[in-house]
Structures are given as C-alpha cells and as structure tokens.
C-alpha cells in the first residue's frame, strides 16, 4: 500500500471570530489539525500534505508535515489541485484527502475508507468494477446542511447532492457526505484536472469528481461511519466546546480501561499523551495537562490542576496546582499549594496549605506544612520548615539562593535573606530574620538573628 494524505486546513474559519486560524485552536490541550496528522499516522500514512492559507504557515513546523499554501481559495478541488501538483505521480499510489477540521476522526476511520480502493477483492460490490474512490458516508439527524449521498440502486455512490440543489426526496435521505475521500491516485488526477469552476461561487469543488469517475463507469464506493458525531467538522466555538466535550470523553474512557479511577470524567479535564499508572484516583474538578506523569497508586484532587508535573507513587495532590515540577514517592500536597518552576521535590516530602514553591530542591523527608514561600532553595533531608518562613530570594536586582542542611529547625515567620547557607541540624527561633550564615548546630534568634547562648 502507497498510500499519501492531503489535509485540507486552508479555509479562513470566519465563523470562528478569530485572529487565529481555525485549525489551530485548541481541543484538550492540541490544536485540532493535531489530532488530524496523529490519525492519519496511526492510519499508517507517513507522506502528509497540509493545504494551508499564507497565514498559518508560520505554525506549522512543530506538524513535521509538507505544506502547500493555497493563496487564493478557490475551493476544495482547488486545493487538492494545489496539491497534487506539489507531489511527485505516483502510478500505484493512493490518496486520503482529509479535513484539518475534523479532530474527532479516529485512525480506524482513515482505515476503513481505504480498504475498499487497496483491498477490493474483499468488497464483493466493487470488485468486478474498478474502484476509484471510497468516500465515508453517515447517517444524520434531519434537517441537516450536509450534502446528501444519492446512491446508485442502493449500491455504489451516484452523486453527491448539495442541500441548496436538492429537491424534496432527496431533502429526505438521512446519509451524508462526511468528507474523508480515498483515490486512486491517477483517477483523481484525472478527474481534479477536468473540474469547472461554472457554479455560483466560482469555485472548484472535489465532490464533482464523483460525478466524473461515475460517468467514467468506475465505482465510487460508499463506506458509512458508526457515529456521526465522530466526523462532524468545527465550524464556530460553539461546536468547537461540543467536540472538546466528546474528546475529553474519549481520554477519560482511555484511562479508565488503562486502570485509571476517574470519579467524575464529566469535571475532569485529560489531554493526550499522558502516562497515568494504575490505581490513582483522580478526583473531580482536576485539570492534568502538558505530557504530565503520574505514578501508580496516587490521588489528585479535588479541585487540582497539573501542567508538565512528574508525579511519583502513592503521591497526594488535593486543592493545588503544580506547574513544571518533579515529585517523588509518597508525596504529600496541599491543600491551596501551588508548586511550580521547576521544583523537584524527593520523596517523603509534606508540603501543607497555603504553601508556595519556586524553582526549589527539597530532600527526602522535608516538612513545610503552613504559610511559606521557598523560592530559589536547597533543603537537606528531615528539616522541618516552620509557618509563615520566607527565602528572601531577590534583592532588588537578582535571585540569589538559599541552602539549608539537614535536620533544620527554621521556627514559624523566618525570614531568610538569600544568599544564605544554614548548616545541618541548625536552628532558627521563631520571628527571626536571618541575615548571615548560620554554622552546623548553630541555634539562632532575633533581628538580625544572632547565635544564642549554648546551654
């Protein structure tokens, strides 16, 4: 099988009332021409040509897909000329023209459309005719703006009529054209360099090469979707929120069959590509996002929101948010914590509520569990962070750092102006302000703290 794929992602997307381009909006964390490519490249299609307008261009190198830009749109046949054009022939070959509007298509779908035209002994229908194109066909609720599929007594596709065209009986066929072609490459070659543009809109559209290759007395094969809701197209932000609420669906359901406890999918928010071990419980109102890990065994949530966090085993996560940090084992935190920059935390570690932490590295063992800001520090093992303590990090014109050992005592409202080094086992009274170095074993106290006398 040779199989290439167009994506036809070059429309405006007026209706979406955005600067953005259509396809690039975001649903559940990737813009939906994503889901497009990653489908398609599920489907086995490696060879990917995205039509797009001038102004996406700039957006598309993280696809790692070829790109055409259509300057002028004159319609999908148009485009797919455009297209072909930019590709080398390929007598053998077959071509999937998909839409970069239609996130919810899955690989199985861009499967099935395919079969007929590479495996046309196993469709008894079409295999003493030759098969030129399989479109995906679906059933839909009427009324319905799509354009119906008028079949040929029952059997093949004789045309495609759109709505504005269709008279009264045809108004009445519930099976639509869904938009997903498969070809064989020189048929739609041939048939895309025959379109005319003699219509209303002065466009060239692709669902006249059906008329063509049935003319032509090749077989256009009809392969209807399971749900229709699957290949539906976004349009405005209204059906953007409906198809963000039927993929979110998909990645709960994807976690759950993996051994994942998701108490509420309906109030929890999943994106792809997440590793998420077996047995957590993710409780609602959680928001996981940005290739995010999770361990076996842990909880999140309520009310909790990860982005790129690395989370160990058995690790709670209640009523915080944890931004660009690395957790270990048996991790504790919250509620109302907010971790983020870069924090990495070891396991064992209870961080409590009201808790802030900026770009720090803390030890196995490590306790912060009221009021505090750790900002720029390094924390020894089993130290035990009092409430309301402050690492002065920044003096105006910098960040400076803040080391404390292990076993430390940093009593409740400390305030530690970086740079500062406190030794292991140390100890600083309640309400100091810690301006210099503090020795291992050291006890401290005061404004400015200063050592207090040894017993």
Known sequence: MSVRAIVLAAGKGTRMKSARPKVLHEICGRPMLWYVVASLRDAGINEIVVIANPEMHAHLEPFNVQTVIQEEQLGTGHAVQI???ALKHNTNGQILIAYGDMPLVDAMTYKSVLDPICHPEEHPQGASRRTALALITARMPLPSNFGRVIRRNGDGVERIVEVRDASVNELAVDEMNAGIYAYQENDLREAVAKLRNDNAQCEYYLTDTIAHLVDSGKYVAPVTAEDHRAVLGINDRVEL??????MNERLCAKYMLDG?????????????ELQIGRD??????????????????????PNTRLSNARIGDRSVIRESVITDCTLGNDVAVGPFAHLRGGAAL????KIGNFVEIKGSKLAKGVKASHLSYLGDAEIGEESNIGAGTITCNYDGKKKNRTTIGKNVFIGSNSSLVAPITIGDNALTGAGSVVTKDVPPGERVAGNPAKPLPKK
Do not use: F, H, M
Request: proline residues 6%.
């Open 83 to 85: 297209a072909l054009a």
């Open 241 to 246: 929120a409906i198809a963000r609420k039927q």
């Open 260 to 272: 994942v406890t998701i108490i509420d999918p309906a109030t929890t928010y999943l994106e792809p």
């Open 280 to 301: 957590t419980v993710i409780y609602p109102n959680t928001s996981i996002s940005r290739l995010s890990e999770i361990g076996e065994g842990s909880t999140i949530g």
């Open 346 to 349: 070891a396991d064992d570690v």
